[in-house]
């Protein structure tokens, strides 16, 4: 009687695993063209927004092969769309670029972006803390970030580098 009912629980979730599939939502995979790009302080910095930031906040996003797969797919979608909706590298000059270069950096200096859930699979996004300084005081300079923000950065940038001189003389 337990592997009877144990074996219609399993037929029931693979049979509603096999419907979602049937649900559209998440398997738009489009990528609208490029519209307008910053105009990037230097390479590396749209370097690193390329591989920490890109798939969720531009139009060339690279779908994973789980973004197929429902209902992975509907929560990759939404947080691809819900990223390009807020900030879109692709898309430069819709919003108030100097006021999101600002909000850009205290998402990554809190360690929201790239989203942690994002990570696991997308290990070349995980920036070192150098890699982190660089973008941010690139996209500052790309965004065109308040004077304040910018000598903040630099501060804490000589902050780190004081840190390395102290940590290699020990």
């Known amino acids: 009687m337990i592997k009877k009912i144990l074996l219609i629980g399993i037929l029931v979730i693979a049979g509603g695993f096999l419907l979602m599939q049937l649900v ?10 490029v519209v307008n790009e910053p105009n990037w302080d230097n ?23 789980y973004s197929n797969i429902a209902p992975i797919s509907w929560l990759v979608y939404h947080d691809t769309m819900e990223g390009r909706e807020y900030l879109n590298f692709s ?30 699979m997308h290990p070349e ?3 070192t803390p150098a890699e982190k300084s660089t973008l941010i005081s690139g996209l500052l300079a790309t965004a065109g970030g308040s004077e304040h923000e910018r000598e ?8 780190h580098e004081d840190e390395r001189g102290e940590a290699d003389g020990d």
């Open 152 to 159: 903040g950065e630099a501060h804490e940038n000589e902050a």
């Open 24 to 33: 559209p939502y998440g398997r738009n995979h489009t990528n609208p063209p």
């Open 43 to 65: 390479p590396e910095t749209r370097a690193l927004a390329e591989r920490a930031c890109f798939d969720c906040h531009s139009n060339e996003t690279v779908w994973p092969w």
């Open 125 to 127: 996004a995980q920036l």
């Open 91 to 120: 898309e430069w000059g819709k919003g108030l670029e100097g006021e999101e270069g600002e909000e850009m950096v205290e998402q990554i200096k809190q360690g929201e972006m790239p989203m942690p859930i994002y990570l696991p």
